[in-house]
């Protein structure tokens, strides 16, 4: 479901609580939740598609090579596992190499997937993350989503 207007959501991304690579295969950034508090507050919690660009922390380069990417990620508590501060938590659909971190991330969210989950097990969670994506890549081939790939907040300096 599109949005009516992309929501841009930029910031750092902090340590998460250690599940998403290790224990889910799934390695989402966290976002530093203090920067995107209030953009956040303002919209509904749940699972969401769109566009990221990203800096990659490296001692080589450092900067934002005017790439987008898909992205899915969750907005909110994350019901399975009882959080109890809010998490921003997009999971960029691109191989970037293993232990890859990102040091800041920019965020063209353009549609609206479903509302957070329980689950009865961290497989079904699993399961319906990579579902999650799937759809995410399929929707933004649609123009409605495609036209905002190369958003200019994207590569903002
Ligand atoms: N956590 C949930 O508890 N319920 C969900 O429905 C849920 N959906 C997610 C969908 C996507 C696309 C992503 C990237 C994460 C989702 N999570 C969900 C968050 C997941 O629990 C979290 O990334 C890991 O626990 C690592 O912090
Ligand atoms: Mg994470």
Not at 9 to 22: A, E, L
Not at 93 to 101: C, E, I
Not at 132 to 154: G, I, M, S
Request: aromatic fraction near 10%.
């Amino acid at each position: 479901m599109p949005l009516d207007e992309p929501w841009l959501i930029g910031g750092d991304v902090v340590k998460g609580f250690g599940r998403g690579s290790k224990e889910l295969g799934i390695p989402t950034a966290n976002v530093d939740i203090h920067q995107v508090e209030k953009v956040v507050a303002e919209g509904v919690t749940g699972i969401y598609a769109g566009w990221a660009s990203v800096k990659v922390r490296s001692k080589i380069s450092n900067k934002n090579d005017n790439v987008s990417y898909p992205m899915c990620m969750s907005i909110g508590w994350n019901p399975l596992f009882k959080n109890n501060e809010k998490t921003c938590e997009p999971w960029v659909l691109h191989d970037f190499g293993d232990g890859t971190m990102f040091e800041s991330i920019r965020l063209v969210v353009v549609g609206y997937i479903r509302p957070e989950a329980d689950f009865v097990s961290l497989e079904k969670l699993v399961e319906r993350i990579h579902r999650d994506a799937e759809v995410t890549k399929e929707a933004l081939l649609d123009e409605r989503y495609a036209q905002h790939r190369n958003h200019p907040f994207l590569f903002a300096p």
